[in-house]
């Protein structure tokens, strides 16, 4: 009987130790449709298509929770209009692939449209810090 409650306490440790290294997992990178600030959620950077977070049109947004060295592995590339950045992190955004060139710092929770800017339609990599 004591073997059985010790393989069923480890089983359980197993499923808590499983749960808990999921929940940490990065969460990656997607493209959805969506408009308006509320299309990013909690703990992810969003790059909107369009300006004004693509509340004047439909447009897609790329989530992400990790670095991306070129945008355009996702047809992402110089398309990045409005930007929210929900993580808890310093981002950058690079003018250049692989993080280079001049970036664009924006603090946690900070939101920016790019449309009068120099880096309308000019991100290529992002960076969170």
Not at 51 to 65: K, M
């Amino acid at each position: 009987m004591k073997m059985r409650a010790a393989v069923v306490a480890s089983a359980a440790l197993l499923t808590l130790a499983g749960t808990t290294s999921a929940q940490a997992a990065p969460l990656g990178v997607d493209i959805t449709p969506g408009r308006g600030p509320h299309a990013c959620p909690d703990e992810r950077l969003c790059l909107y298509e369009h300006g004004a977070f693509n509340e004047g049109q439909l447009g897609l947004v790329l989530r992400t929770d990790q670095d991306i060295s070129f945008l355009g592995h996702y047809g992402f590339n110089d398309k990045t209009s409005a930007v929210i950045n929900n993580t808890d992190h310093t981002v950058r955004l690079y003018y250049d692939r692989d993080f280079g060139r001049e970036y664009l710092v924006l603090a946690p929770g900070q939101a920016r449209d790019l449309v009068d800017t120099n880096w309308n339609d000019d991100v290529s990599s992002v960076e969170l810090l």
